[in-house]
């Protein structure tokens, strides 16, 4: 005859069990440092350490990983100080740019990075932190960033290339796009292209443009913008010099449907030269750089960082 367990010694049997179960997330969860008020765990460094080995291939130190983590902590707080405050969509959108930028999608950038092991959270957080912060500094030191022609033409003078500009071309044209919703059956994106094709044949001015398209169902004609030579890869230079003024250039199947472009003027002009836009990228570079470092240290002084289990 079987002796029957008592009921208490049952129950912490049962709850030994469930620790034991739960001891790996639960030490996950362990609260390493309290920034703000705002925890960052052991999972948060075990996914940031991840993400960092995954696109630098390199192994980094746990205190590196948990300054980062700071970091992100205390911008993202001071964002919301100035109403810099990211939602779900700006963030989904930044994270979609990514992956077409990857030339993948974004189901396709989530996979690569859960095969990783790593959420796609863990990157959205970082990539949140980071539009946080490059609007701030960008927003308070505009004025501090600027850099000055005199100065980025005295130091093309002074690495000995005394050329500033090149003779090129400004485009001036307005995006057009046939919507193309998600998920649409391979027919309809058809019978948009061929649309798309009909509007070329009888579009001849930017004018006749703006009338059609914007009257036109499930279309949208964007305002004009100007770019130069500098401004625009060789392929699509090459697309806009064969394009006749006033007409459509070929569509385009991309995320958001059919899109075109029609070419409203087309014109000689001078550009800076390769040498000089490198040379004022670099001093702007310089010039941003200390900046935010100065900046972050300001508010990581400021902030309340305290460690709960070094």
Not at 75 to 85: A, Q, R, T
Not at 216 to 236: F, G
Request: net charge positive.
């Amino acid at each position: 005859m079987t002796t029957p367990m008592p009921v208490f010694r049952f129950l912490l049997l049962v709850l030994g069990a469930v620790l034991i179960l739960a001891g790996a997330p639960a030490r996950a969860q362990n609260i390493v440092v309290m920034v703000n008020g705002d925890p960052i765990t052991d999972f948060d460094i075990e996914q940031r350490s991840k993400l960092d080995q995954l696109t630098t291939q390199k192994t980094p130190g746990r205190q590196d990983v948990i300054n980062e983590l700071i970091d992100d902590r205390v911008k993202i707080k001071e964002g919301k100080k100035y109403g810099v405050d990211p939602g779900v969509s700006d963030i989904n959108q930044s994270y979609e740019g990514m992956a077409q930028r990857m030339r993948i999608s974004p189901e396709q950038l989530t996979k690569s990075l859960e095969v990783k092991g790593v959420r796609p959270e863990t990157l959205k957080g970082r990539m949140k932190a980071e539009m946080v912060w490059t609007s701030l500094v960008r927003g308070r030191y505009k004025e501090k960033l600027m850099v000055g022609e005199k100065d980025v033409a005295d130091k093309v003078k002074a690495e000995g290339n005394e050329k500033l500009q090149i003779d090129g071309t400004e485009y001036k044209m307005q995006p057009i796009v046939l919507i193309v919703p998600r998920g649409s059956p391979p027919a309809f994106l058809e019978t948009r292209q061929k649309e798309a094709e009909t509007y070329r044949a009888r579009v001849t001015s930017c004018d006749e443009a703006n009338s059609l398209f914007r009257s036109t169902p499930n279309a949208t004609i964007r305002e004009s913008v100007t770019k130069t030579t500098a401004d625009l890869p060789e392929a699509l230079r090459k697309v806009l010099d064969d394009t006749p003024i006033g007409h459509l250039t070929a569509p385009e199947v991309t995320k958001q449907g059919i899109e075109m472009v029609v070419l409203c003027a087309r014109k000689p002009t001078t550009i800076d030269t390769p040498k000089k836009r490198e040379i004022r990228e670099k001093m702007y570079s310089e010039k941003y750089e200390k900046t935010q470092k100065a900046y972050l240290e300001e508010i990581r002084k400021a902030a309340m960082i305290e460690y709960r289990n070094r």
